[in-house]
């Protein structure tokens, strides 16, 4: 079983800055794009950031010098550094992996659990 294990959100005030990490935990897999998404309040789910296996880096517009996505490929880890942070970046941030394992070896979407991110005006 594979696991995606979110850490880092919380409260912060307008301006500020966060960082986000998800880790994936399990045995026999293998990854291939990571990213974030985030979810706000009333909307859809969208996309922040992706991040290939072999490091290239892609942003939505509204994201794009703002926040800097990083992985490290030895420990499996997904990374969201967030800067200059706005009230309107305030929703649930979750963690995607697209990877495959020993007993699902076709590349499927796995998510992790979601952790909020809170912007103060």
């Known amino acids: 079983q594979v696991q995606l294990v979110e850490s880092g959100g919380g409260l912060v005030q307008a301006g500020g800055s966060l960082r986000l990490s998800c880790a994936v935990r399990?045995?026999?897999?293998?990854?291939?794009?990571m990213g974030w998404y985030r979810q706000a309040p009333g909307k859809q789910r969208e996309l922040v950031a992706v991040?290939?296996?072999?490091?290239?880096?892609n942003y939505a517009e509204s994201f794009e010098g703002r926040f800097t996505i990083s992985r490290d490929n030895a420990k499996n880890t997904v990374n969201l550094q967030m800067n200059s942070l706005k009230p309107e970046d305030t929703a649930v941030y979750y963690c995607?992996?697209?990877?495959?394992?020993?007993?699902?070896?076709?590349?499927?979407?796995?998510w992790g659990q979601g952790t909020q991110v809170t912007v103060s005006s």
């Open positions: 995607n992996a697209v990877l495959r394992t020993q007993w699902r070896p076709q590349f499927l979407d796995y």
């Open positions: 399990g045995i026999s897999f293998s990854i291939n794009n």
């Open positions: 991040i290939s296996n072999g490091g290239s880096a």
